[in-house]
C-alpha cells in the first residue's frame, strides 16, 4: 500500500524527530499482515495529485478542495493553523504590529514548492507581486526563515516551537488567519484490508494529535 503525506516532520529543529507516520507503519507490521508500505512525501496539491494519479492509494494531511473529475472518500484529521513568522533579526520586525500587506509585499517570502506532477500547482500565504524564494520542503522552508531569507507563513506548532527557542518572532498580522482542515483521503471502492486498517487507525484523537504535532 502507497500512503502519501504533506505534513511536516519536526521541520527546522535540530531536535529533531521521526516521521510520525512511521508509528502507524510500525503498528501495522506488527500484525504480521504482509503488506508492503511505501511512504511518499508530498507538498500542498501534491498530496492530491498523488491520489488522482494513482501514485499513492491513502493521503496523510491532504488540504483544501479535492480536484475535479473525481470521487474521494475523506476523513478529517484535525485543524491546522498557520502563524506568520520571520528571523528576530530581520527588518519586518521593526514594522509596526498588525503587519499589513503593503508591508509583506516589501519582503521576500519564502515559499514550498507544490510537488504536484499532473494538477496546477498551489500556493499559500502569498500576495501578488511579491519577491520569492522557493524551497523544495517544510524543512528547507523553516530553515531558511530562520537564517533570514524571507518572512512567511509556518504550522502553529513549528513557529510557536521555534519563539520559544529564540530562533523565530511570531509577528501579528492585518489578513484573516490561515486555518484549515488536515484531511485523510482514498478512492471510494479500492480499500483493501491495508487501507481499511489505516484510515480505522487515524480516526483514533491520539495518533491524530501526533501526526499533527
Not at 107 to 118: G, K, P
Amino acid at each position: 500500500m502507497r500512503a502519501a503525506s504533506s505534513l511536516p516532520k519536526g521541520a527546522g529543529s535540530s531536535r529533531r524527530r521521526p516521521i510520525s507516520n512511521a508509528g502507524c507503519s510500525r503498528s501495522r507490521y506488527e500484525q504480521a499482515s504482509g503488506t508492503r508500505l511505501r511512504l511518499l512525501t508530498e507538498v500542498l496539491g501534491g498530496t492530491w495529485d498523488a491520489i488522482a494519479s494513482g501514485r499513492a492509494d491513502l493521503a496523510i494531511g491532504a488540504a483544501g478542495d479535492a480536484p475535479p473529475g473525481r470521487t474521494y472518500a475523506t476523513r478529517r484529521l484535525g485543524r491546522v493553523e498557520m502563524r506568520f513568522v520571520a528571523a528576530p533579526f530581520h527588518p519586518i520586525c521593526d514594522a509596526p504590529q498588525p503587519l499589513a500587506a503593503e508591508t509583506i509585499l516589501r519582503h521576500r517570502a519564502v515559499s514550498v514548492a507544490d510537488s504536484s506532477r499532473l494538477l496546477p500547482p498551489r500556493t499559500i500565504g502569498l500576495l501578488s507581486g511579491q519577491d520569492v524564494l522557493t524551497v523544495p520542503s517544510m524543512e528547507a522552508k523553516a530553515a531558511a526563515h530562520i537564517a533570514g531569507l524571507g518572512v512567511g507563513y509556518l504550522p502553529t506548532w513549528i513557529a510557536e516551537r521555534e519563539a520559544h527557542a529564540g530562533t523565530l518572532r511570531v509577528l501579528a498580522v492585518e489578513a484573516q488567519p490561515l486555518v484549515g482542515d488536515a484531511l485523510v483521503a482514498w478512492r471510494p471502492g479500492k480499500e483493501g484490508k491495508a487501507l481499511k486498517w489505516f484510515v480505522k487507525r487515524l480516526e483514533d484523537p491520539l495518533v491524530a494529535a501526533e501526526l499533527l504535532s
